[in-house]
Structures are given as structure tokens and as C-alpha cells.
């Protein structure tokens, strides 16, 4: 008879080996767990697609939980009030179409409506490399936080039908690509531009993409990628972007599918 410690440990082992598994083969695959990626994270899980999302971070919601500054507020627009329907959240009015969420309401509200809606959420591993084959991204490598260029630890991989790259600024597997220099010329990382928040809250949207066979980007990411201006505390744009990247991977998918 295994002690009470023994069958903690257990239960831990049999739930989150069950959840890795899973995860292993996923629609989508969305790394970075900001306000970007969980939006798209939740959406795409709603229309039916299987996510896993993997944050190398302890807790989800990236920029989310700072705020500005470490004011933990969050301002949104208008326009992206729509976004934020179903998300157990009241949004209060600060005048002239702008409204204030708590920051901590909006990242946790994020996080566990994604989970009800059935994505698998990783945290404490880190997208390492990308996995091509035939040049498409089908995936990508990823090992525990803190590991990677300290242990000499192999990574394990996951598969995907597309990858969402919503590491923030960081943009973190165009990165990889663009560092083996197998990106086309408009996706070069630039970096963003100087602040500029009506700009780049609207860049943030127009410009999500495949910007390679497989590999989207949405957030900051685009920002980053594509030279976007920089947009400070305001965090409509990045829901809006993750709704988007959700709606263009989901219509991809189904296109490939047709075309299969
Ligand atoms: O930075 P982050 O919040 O990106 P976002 O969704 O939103 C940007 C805003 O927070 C803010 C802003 C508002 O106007 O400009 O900056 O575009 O979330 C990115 C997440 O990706 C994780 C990182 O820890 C963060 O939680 N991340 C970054 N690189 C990796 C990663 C990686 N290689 N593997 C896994 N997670």
C-alpha cells in the first residue's frame, strides 16, 4: 500500500503526464501566454480546434499582470470592449472611449477561460527551436525553463497543424527562423518603432500573418517583426490581435483541410 506522500506524488505523475500527452499533437500551437496568445488560445479552442499553449514562464498573462509601470490597471478601448465579452469582466468607463480592467481580473480571467474551453496550458517550458519539414513549420522544440545553455538536457518536441509565435517583443521563433536566414525579406526582425498608441494599436491587428508556411505571429510579435510602432499600457490591440490571429489560423485550417 502506497503512503498518502506516495499517492500525492502519484496523482501529480498521472494528470499532468495525461495532459503532456495530449498536448504532444495539437491544431494549434501557441507559444507565449500574453494577453495575444491567450485570446487566440481561447477562441480557437471555441471553435473546436485543439490548443496547447507553452509559456516559459511561472504564471500566464506576460505583460498583463504589470499593468504600467507596476500599477496593475489595465486600459482598454472601445473598440475592443467586443473582445472582451464573455471574459467574467466589468470594464469601467475612464471617458473619451477608454475603459479600465484590473489587471490581475483580466490575466486570470484569461487564463481560466481558456482552460474551460479546453486548451492545454504548459507553463515552465521554453520554445527552444522549431521543427520544419518540407519548409513548413510543423512544431516546435521545447525544454524546461532554466535548463536550456545551463545542463546538457535534450529537449522534447511538439507537433502542430500552425504555430503561433506570441512571444511578445521577443518574437522569439521568428527569431529562430530569421537567424538561420530562411525568412522571406518582409519578415525580417526589425524591433518596434517609437511609441505611438493609435498606430500600433491598429498595426498590431492589420498586420497578423503567416509570415512563414506555418509559423503566425500576433501580438507585440507582429510589432516586433514587422517595425509596428510601440503602443505602451494599452492592451486592446493585443486582444483584438489574438481574436484575429485566431480567426485567420482557424479559416487557414479549414481551407487546408478542403484542399487535403
Ligand atoms: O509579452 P506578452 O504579454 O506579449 P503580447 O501578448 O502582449 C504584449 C503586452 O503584454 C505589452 C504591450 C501592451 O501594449 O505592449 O507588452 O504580445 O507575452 C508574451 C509571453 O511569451 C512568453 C513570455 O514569458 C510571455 O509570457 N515567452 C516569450 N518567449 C517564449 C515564451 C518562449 N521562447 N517560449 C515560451 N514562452
Not at 517583426?225 to 486592446?236: A, D, S, W
Request: charged residues 20%; aromatic residues 4%.
Amino acid at each position: 500500500m502506497d503512503s498518502y506522500e506516495t499517492r500525492i506524488t502519484r496523482a501529480i505523475l498521472d494528470a499532468y503526464h495525461g495532459k503532456l500527452s495530449r498536448a504532444l499533437v495539437s491544431d494549434v500551437l501557441v507559444v507565449g501566454a500574453g494577453p495575444s496568445g491567450l485570446m487566440a488560445a481561447m477562441h480557437l479552442a471555441a471553435k473546436g480546434r485543439a490548443v496547447t499553449m507553452l509559456e516559459k514562464r511561472l504564471t500566464p498573462g506576460g505583460g498583463i499582470w504589470g499593468g504600467a509601470m507596476a500599477m496593475n490597471e489595465v486600459v482598454v478601448q472601445k473598440e475592443a470592449l467586443e473582445a472582451l465579452e464573455g471574459i467574467a469582466l466589468r470594464p469601467h468607463p475612464a471617458g473619451e472611449g477608454l475603459f479600465v480592467v484590473d489587471a490581475l481580473a483580466l490575466a486570470s480571467s484569461l487564463c481560466a477561460k481558456a482552460l474551460e474551453r479546453g486548451v492545454v496550458i504548459l507553463n515552465l517550458l521554453v520554445a527552444e527551436d522549431l521543427c520544419l519539414q518540407e519548409e513548413q513549420v510543423v512544431g516546435v522544440v521545447a525544454n524546461r525553463t532554466g535548463l536550456p545553455g545551463h545542463l546538457p538536457v535534450d529537449p522534447i518536441s511538439f507537433r502542430a497543424k500552425a504555430v503561433l509565435d506570441a512571444t511578445g517583443h521577443e518574437a522569439a521563433l521568428v527569431r529562430m527562423l530569421h537567424g538561420r536566414g530562411l525568412l522571406k525579406d518582409h519578415a525580417t526582425p526589425l524591433g518596434e518603432g517609437p511609441m505611438n498608441a493609435p498606430e500600433g494599436e491598429a498595426f498590431v491587428v492589420d498586420r497578423v500573418e503567416e509570415v512563414f508556411p506555418g509559423l503566425w505571429v500576433s501580438g507585440m510579435s507582429v510589432a516586433a517583426v514587422f517595425g509596428g510602432p510601440r503602443m505602451g499600457p494599452i492592451f486592446g490591440g493585443m486582444l483584438r490581435s489574438g481574436r484575429q490571429a485566431a480567426d485567420l489560423i482557424d479559416l487557414s485550417l479549414a481551407l487546408d483541410a478542403r484542399s487535403s
